[in-house]
């Protein structure tokens, strides 16, 4: 096809997109946490140790079946949610039926919380089989990214980055807090790298003249300058707050007041095609406006975070199971606020409206309590012999590694691995008109795309190599 028209066939598909249903999204997320739980066990069983049989057993039972989800098997994700959902439960209920007893003495380390490696690394990976899987006619519009108002499964990507950053946020202790020039220095040279790559995708994208969606975040906006600015301002803001407990009342002002705001005639300005880009602020109103619902959404996963992270390095089971209780308690929570949001303002991710950021965090709430009470199933399951509650290990002895290598390495290396995964996207989007391929061609493409990408931070990860760029 010519590329003019090819270009025109592209835009098209991503446009007047109106999504699907909340359930439908989380149904297309929830399969990856099940399938890590039966491939950790799986490997345990097996005693598979040689790291390339690792790969590829991971590879198989985790990624690929994803891909599988999102494309071709997507009218099938409530039935494979539920079918996981049965047998994890009935596995999970066979193998601590008889050890319930042990409940005063199983402890779980909480110095470094796995189920947070988890979470951030099942956000990387869902962004990465999106990003390029989208650009395939396999794909459904309906989980692509809304126009104005609705669901859809591309459209919680920023957002899930957004709490992933929050959620592992680490609260300094109050004598620390210094909110001087010195600190401000520090915490906008900390940016300066997210800064520094949304220039670099703006000027790329540009000489490339890459297709791009204008009413996403903008003209000259990105996605790397909203991370940059929510990570700037987010982390001033902690410095002021002096008790955890206020995170959430300073992140529930906000967002009502940003809420307020877009009701007194702002997202009437942004949401009109009638208004002209001719002003920077104009020709980037979706990615400005949207910056306090984002930073309203870093502040309540900070306070998630802080809630669901022991404090302790050894946590009893009981401790932890309460932790991890109250993070399915404020799934639920924001699972209801969506729908009274969605009556009352809609969800609109162009917005970063009161729905939106309570739909990101009901998705990031629920997949992090899912994956706390994973990590509390293998400690109870690996459990050898009863300890004092008052008896403290040795965090490095007792800490049981289960985290499957691939989310290790992605969680490792996670800018890298969304970096390459950016670069080999619009590489294989200059090579290919994706659009007109078929099934078969594009489940190859995709399939060798994320082996690639896999394969890389598997690399870096096995020879201890971390990639900074700051």
């Known amino acids: 096809m010519d590329p003019t028209d090819y270009r025109a066939l592209h835009e098209s598909q991503m446009e007047n997109n109106n999504g699907t249903t909340a359930l439908n999204v989380f149904m297309h997320i929830a399969p990856p946490v099940f399938s890590v739980f039966h491939t950790v066990q799986l490997i345990t069983v097996a005693g598979i140790t040689h790291i390339p049989v690792r790969f590829l057993v991971e590879f198989f039972l985790i990624v690929l079946p994803f891909v599988l989800i999102v494309t071709v098997l997507h009218r099938l994700a409530l039935n494979i949610t539920l079918t996981l959902v049965v047998l994890s439960t009935i596995s999970a209920v066979h193998?601590?039926?008889?050890?319930?007893?042990?409940?005063?003495?199983?402890?779980?380390?909480?110095?470094?919380?796995?189920?947070?490696?988890?979470?951030?690394?099942?956000?990387?990976?869902?962004?990465?089989?999106?990003?390029?899987?989208?650009?395939?006619?396999?794909?459904?519009r309906e989980l692509a990214k809304t126009e104005i108002f609705g669901y859809g499964l591309m459209d919680i990507g920023v957002g899930l980055y957004v709490f992933s950053n929050g959620i592992v946020y680490?609260?300094?202790?109050?004598e620390e807090r210094r909110l001087n020039a010195a600190r401000v220095g520090k915490v906008l040279t900390s940016t300066a790298p997210l800064?520094?790559?949304?220039?670099?995708?703006?000027?790329?994208?540009?000489?490339?003249?890459?297709?791009?969606?204008?009413?996403?975040?903008?003209?000259?906006?990105?996605?790397?300058?909203?991370?940059?600015?929510?990570?700037?301002?987010?982390?001033l803001i902690m410095d002021l707050v002096h008790d955890p407990e206020v995170i959430k009342f300073v992140a529930i002002t906000l967002l009502c007041c940003h809420e307020m705001m877009l009701h007194l005639g702002v997202s009437r300005y942004v949401l009109s095609a009638e208004t002209q880009r001719s002003t920077f602020f104009s020709a980037n109103r979706e990615g400005i406006v949207s910056l306090p619902g984002y930073?309203?959404?870093?502040?309540?996963?900070?306070?998630?975070?802080?809630v669901v992270r022991?404090?302790?390095?050894?946590?009893?089971?009981?401790?932890?199971?309460?932790?991890?209780?109250k993070a399915a308690i404020m799934?639920?929570?924001?699972?209801?606020?969506?729908?009274?949001?969605?009556?009352?303002?809609?969800?609109?991710?162009?917005?970063?409206?009161?729905?939106?950021?309570?739909?990101?965090l009901a998705i990031g709430s629920s997949v992090t309590a899912l994956f706390m009470f994973f990590e509390l199933f293998v400690y109870f399951v690996r459990f050898e012999e009863p300890k004092s509650p008052d008896q403290i290990m040795k965090t490095?002895?007792?800490?049981?590694?289960?985290?499957?290598?691939?989310?290790?390495?992605?969680?490792?290396?996670?800018?890298?691995?969304?970096?390459?995964?950016?670069?080999?996207?619009?590489?294989?989007?200059?090579?290919?008109?994706?659009?007109?391929?078929?099934?078969?061609?594009?489940?190859?493409?995709?399939?060798?795309?994320?082996?690639?990408?896999?394969?890389?931070?598997?690399?870096?990860?096995?020879n201890n190599v971390k990639l900074k760029i700051w």
């Open 295 to 306: 930073l309203a959404l870093f502040l309540a996963s900070v306070y998630i975070g802080w």
């Open 331 to 360: 799934a639920a929570v924001c699972w209801k606020m969506i729908y009274v949001c969605e009556n009352m303002f809609g969800i609109s991710r162009r917005l970063a409206n009161m729905g939106y950021c309570f739909w990101i």
């Open 170 to 174: 680490k609260v300094r202790p109050v």
């Open 396 to 462: 490095d002895d007792f800490c049981i590694p289960y985290v499957p290598l691939v989310l290790q390495a992605i969680n490792a290396n996670g800018l890298f691995f969304f970096l390459i995964a950016n670069v080999l996207t619009g590489l294989v989007n200059l090579v290919f008109q994706t659009f007109l391929l078929g099934n078969a061609a594009a489940l190859t493409i995709i399939g060798y795309y994320m082996f690639m990408v896999c394969v890389a931070v598997c690399f870096l990860y096995v």
């Open 95 to 140: 193998q601590i039926r008889n050890r319930l007893h042990l409940m005063p003495f199983v402890q779980v380390p909480g110095k470094t919380p796995q189920f947070l490696t988890c979470v951030r690394a099942l956000v990387n990976l869902t962004t990465a089989v999106c990003i390029l899987a989208v650009d395939f006619h396999c794909f459904p």
């Open 310 to 325: 022991p404090s302790e390095e050894i946590t009893l089971a009981k401790k932890f199971l309460r932790r991890a209780g």
């Open 195 to 235: 800064l520094l790559l949304g220039f670099a995708r703006f000027f790329l994208t540009n000489e490339l003249d890459y297709q791009l969606h204008v009413s996403e975040y903008g003209v000259h906006w990105n996605f790397f300058i909203t991370l940059a600015f929510v990570k700037f301002a987010g982390t």
